[in-house]
């Protein structure tokens, strides 16, 4: 079974990859942790199947389970929520050393993971992503928290803690019953690791493609690969800058894709195929888009060429399956919306871009004519 293991010092701890591996579940968490009473978090939309793997392997292992449920939306990735959790895992008198398990996607990682680093100021967290993008993103590097309401707007990840995982274990039989969309929206962050990991599996973005096929055949072997693979990457990028600190380079190389594609995810009426039916966009769709204009801004710096551009733009629309972006505003409307991501930051304008040989960069202050091309290209 792939194992990646996430070498930080005394945080550090093992992503278990796999089909089944839910099945260990108790085994494995009794060997980490003292405490013998599990707070379980679960997205409420799983099959019983699942969730069951997981409270009858506990059972088996000899923890008293807890159970609490989230709904998986944006709104409920709250302080309230928090509040919510916290009182029931208070209610269930959970000591320092007893886990919090996390079971579901990203919102229940972040949600769940928060609950774990700030009840007693902190307990252990075991995070069982079951979404393609939990599996090689959110679930692995540490990152938790909540949005925030302010000034009417709902404001990502702005409440939050760094906080490891004592275990990240990816039951790849999960994926069997997400919606094929989140499935191929997950994909983005696949083809961003592909992107930006240079040598170090410089055939990850080109393999990603030509197994599409496979992929949503749910092949469980390629599953495994691509997950295990694309942890790989994710831990290098992690280990390297655990705090997101390095400024250039580093975690925010992470963000490939996402200054454009955080400004047109909030636009309620785009969808990915033009059919209004299908509007918003997922998170990873707007990536993808996200990933499109990052290639055209870099052909137009002249950092890659013509065809190194097409391959990208190529085989994220493939993946994602994207259609040219007819409902886009004017560039300028996109552009302010960057450029408000930019004035809460606090910081400069800044976007990844690829460079070539599987590598990506930051670049700060690129020309709005440039940025302005690249946000029109989504319409072609
Ligand atoms: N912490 C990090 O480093 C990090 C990184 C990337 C993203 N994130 C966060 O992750 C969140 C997105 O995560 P996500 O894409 O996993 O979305 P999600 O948690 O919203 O799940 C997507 C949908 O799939 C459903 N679902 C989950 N697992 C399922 C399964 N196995 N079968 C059937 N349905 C299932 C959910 O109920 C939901 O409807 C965002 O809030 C984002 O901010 C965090
Ligand atoms: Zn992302």
């Given at each position: 079974?792939?194992?990646?293991?996430?070498?930080?010092?005394?945080?550090?701890?093992d992503v278990?990859?796999?089909?089944?591996?839910?099945?260990?579940?108790g085994?494995?968490?009794?060997?980490?942790?003292?405490?013998?009473?599990?707070?379980?978090?679960l997205d409420?939309?799983?099959?019983?199947?699942?969730?069951?793997?997981?409270?009858?392997?506990?059972?088996?292992a000899?923890?008293?389970v807890?159970?609490?449920?989230?709904?998986?939306?944006?709104?409920?990735?709250?302080?309230?929520t928090?509040?919510?959790l916290?009182?029931?895992?208070g209610?269930?008198?959970?000591?320092?050393?007893?886990?919090?398990?996390?079971?579901?996607?990203?919102?229940?990682?972040?949600?769940g993971?928060f609950?774990?680093?700030?009840?007693?100021?902190?307990?252990p967290?075991?995070?069982?992503?079951?979404t393609?993008?939990?599996?090689?993103?959110?679930?692995?590097?540490?990152k938790?928290?909540?949005?925030?309401?302010?000034?009417?707007?709902?404001?990502?990840?702005?409440?939050?803690?760094?906080?490891?995982p004592?275990?990240?274990?990816?039951?790849?039989?999960?994926?069997?019953?997400?919606?094929?969309?989140?499935?191929r929206?997950?994909?983005?962050?696949?083809?961003?690791?592909?992107?930006l990991?240079?040598?170090?599996?410089?055939?990850?973005?080109?393999?990603?493609?030509?197994?599409?096929?496979?992929?949503?055949?749910?092949?469980?072997?390629?599953?495994?690969?691509?997950?295990?693979?694309?942890?790989?990457?994710?831990?290098?990028?992690v280990?390297?800058?655990?705090r997101?600190?390095?400024?250039?380079g580093?975690?925010?190389?992470?963000?490939?894709?996402?200054?454009?594609?955080?400004a047109?995810e909030?636009m309620?009426?785009?969808?990915?195929?033009?059919?209004?039916?299908?509007?918003?966009?997922?998170?990873?769709?707007?990536?993808?888009?996200?990933?499109?204009?990052?290639?055209?801004?870099?052909?137009?710096?002249?950092?890659i060429?013509?065809?190194?551009?097409?391959?990208?733009?190529?085989?994220?629309?493939?993946?994602?399956?994207?259609?040219?972006?007819?409902?886009l505003?004017?560039s300028?409307?996109?552009?302010?919306?960057?450029?408000?991501?930019?004035?809460?930051?606090?910081?400069?304008l800044?976007?990844v871009?690829?460079?070539?040989?599987?590598?990506?960069?930051?670049?700060?202050?690129?020309?709005?004519?440039?940025?302005?091309?690249?946000?029109?290209?989504?319409?072609?």
């Open positions: 079974m792939p194992d990646v293991h996430i070498n930080l010092g005394e945080r550090s701890y278990v990859v796999g089909a089944g591996v839910l099945a260990d579940l085994v494995r968490a009794a060997a980490l942790v003292p405490g013998r009473h599990a707070f379980l978090i409420d939309k799983l099959p019983e199947e699942t969730v069951l793997a997981a409270a009858a392997s506990l059972d088996a000899g923890f008293t807890t159970r609490a449920t989230v709904t998986a939306l944006e709104v409920e990735k709250s302080l309230e928090v509040k919510r916290l009182g029931a895992v209610g269930a008198r959970l000591e320092r050393r007893d886990p919090v398990i996390a079971l579901g996607g990203g919102i229940t990682g972040d949600v993971g609950v774990a680093a700030s009840y007693r100021r902190g307990i967290v075991i995070q069982c992503p079951t393609l993008l939990s599996m090689v993103d959110a679930s692995v590097g540490g938790t928290g909540v949005n925030l309401e302010i000034e009417g707007g709902l404001k990502k990840n702005m409440v939050g803690a760094f906080w490891q004592r275990l990240v274990l990816a039951d790849i039989n999960t994926l069997r019953s997400l919606p094929a969309r989140e499935r929206a997950g994909l983005a962050e696949c083809l961003k690791h592909g992107l990991c240079g040598e170090s599996d410089g055939e990850l973005f080109d393999w990603t493609i030509e197994h599409l096929g496979d992929i949503d055949a749910l092949n469980m072997e390629v599953l495994t690969e691509l997950v295990s693979r694309n942890v790989h990457v994710k831990a290098a990028v280990v390297a800058d655990e997101e600190e390095a400024g250039t580093g975690r925010a190389l992470l963000n490939l894709g996402h200054t454009f594609g955080h047109i909030p309620k009426s785009l969808s990915p195929d033009g059919d209004a039916k299908h509007a918003p966009l997922l998170h990873g769709e707007a990536v993808g888009y996200g990933m499109m204009a990052a290639a055209r801004a870099a052909r137009l710096l002249g950092r060429d013509d065809e190194a551009e097409l391959e990208i733009r190529n085989g994220v629309g493939e993946a994602l399956e994207l259609r040219p972006l007819g409902g505003p004017e300028s409307v996109v552009l302010d919306a960057m450029q408000h991501d930019k004035k809460v930051s606090g910081g400069r800044r976007l871009l690829p460079v070539g040989g599987r590598r990506c960069a930051t670049f700060d202050d690129v020309d709005a004519g440039v940025i302005a091309a690249a946000i029109d290209s989504l319409r072609e």
